[in-house]
């Protein structure tokens, strides 16, 4: 596609539910990175992929979290039992090669918990 | 630890007036450096970017970046604002040993006609 799609664009999850937030990158991009943006904060290093490889998860903040890119292509972000400080943007982004060039964002997915 | 500063949070301008803004990061090795902006209600958007070669690096929309090594830096400047750069300025920092952006808090500008 013509940049990163992220769905659902917001969600609203009652604390104690697991949510599943969807990353498609730019087609042919091999590497992926998820971010945790804040209210008033900069983005946040999650984790990253190349191709179907985990290469990086040091920024995930607890086992509550985990992603996965099975076929080196779209990515999910997965949350399980969500607690309020887990109300964030999660912003997905790709980059077709080295990641100095730099990323192209999503627009994110607005993650409120209840 | 690697991170980055943001002095400003907020600056309010009247359109046509300068820019600056401020970045320094704390990180001994090589790195690359970025500023992006997310425009109210867009995605964020890489302005420009520094690795190597002449520190004073041009973006689009008029700006331009100066690297000073020394001073641990990467301040970004436009010479006259206009009400079209109302938006969200991010500073981000890359350590050449990672793929890894680290960004700052940013800085929310206000340009009023």
């Known amino acids: 596609g013509a940049g990163v799609s992220q769905s659902p664009r917001y969600k609203v999850a009652k604390r104690g539910q697991d949510v599943a937030l969807r990353c498609d990158p730019i087609s042919g991009h091999v590497s992926l990175f998820w971010y945790q943006q804040a209210l008033g904060q900069g983005p946040e290093f999650l984790t990253y992929f190349q191709n179907e490889a985990q290469l990086d998860k040091s920024g995930l903040p607890s086992d509550r979290f985990f992603a996965e890119r099975p076929e080196g292509s779209v990515s999910t972000l997965k949350i399980q039992r969500t607690q309020q400080e887990d109300s964030a943007v999660y912003l997905c982004?790709?980059?077709?090669?080295?990641?100095?060039?730099?990323?192209?964002f999503g627009s994110g997915t607005r993650l409120t918990v209840v | 630890a690697q991170s980055v500063s943001q002095h400003n949070h907020h600056v309010i301008l009247s359109e046509a007036a300068s820019l600056e803004l401020g970045c320094n990061y704390s990180?001994?090795?090589?790195?690359?450096l970025f500023w992006y902006v997310q425009y109210p209600g867009q995605h964020l958007q890489l302005l420009l970017k520094y690795f190597s070669g002449d520190p004073l690096v041009k973006g689009i929309k008029g700006f331009e970046a100066e690297f000073i090594k020394s001073k641990f830096s990467f301040n970004l400047r436009k010479p006259s604002v206009q009400w079209s750069d109302t938006a969200e300025y991010f500073c981000a920092v890359m350590p050449q040993s990672t793929d890894k952006l680290i960004f700052g808090t940013g800085t929310r500008l206000q340009v009023f006609p």
């Open positions: 982004a790709s980059s077709l090669g080295p990641s100095r060039l730099g990323y192209t």
């Open positions: 990180y001994g090795g090589t790195v690359n």
